[in-house]
């Protein structure tokens, strides 16, 4: 059984930074494709970042590009997610996900997901 595990997370203040971690789980499991969404209040969950296994493709929403930094460490099977120069617009949960197969940037396209972890930057 796939396990995505989140950690990291919470308050900052604007202009902060924090680091998300997501550590997959599983019998020979190896996911191609990780990456992380973000779902506000009232909107649809958003496209952040992903990165395929060898970091050969590595994709940013326009929004978090020079800002967020994604990153693998593959024989862990664990994909992070720096965040830097937050923005009050930046609060929302954030899952991570993972997929066989070719990376993507539809969250629909993610075959296991993380449990989600709340991001809250305060002005």
């Known amino acids: 059984q796939v396990q995505l595990v989140q950690s990291g997370g919470g308050l900052v203040q604007a202009g902060g930074s924090l680091r998300l971690s997501c550590s997959a789980s599983g019998p020979t499991f190896s996911p191609s494709a990780m990456g992380w969404f973000r779902q506000a209040p009232g909107k649809e969950r958003e496209f952040i970042s992903a990165q395929s296994r060898g970091a050969a493709n590595t994709y940013y929403a326009h929004s978090v590009k020079g800002r967020f930094t994604i990153s693998r460490d593959n024989a862990k099977n664990t994909v992070y997610l720096q965040m830097t120069s937050l923005k009050p617009e930046d609060t929302a949960i954030y899952y991570c996900?993972?997929?066989?197969?070719?990376?993507?940037?539809?969250?629909?396209?993610?075959?296991?997901w993380g449990q989600g972890t709340q991001v809250t930057v305060s002005s």
């Open positions: 996900a993972a997929k066989t197969g070719s990376i993507r940037t539809r969250a629909e396209e993610y075959d296991y």
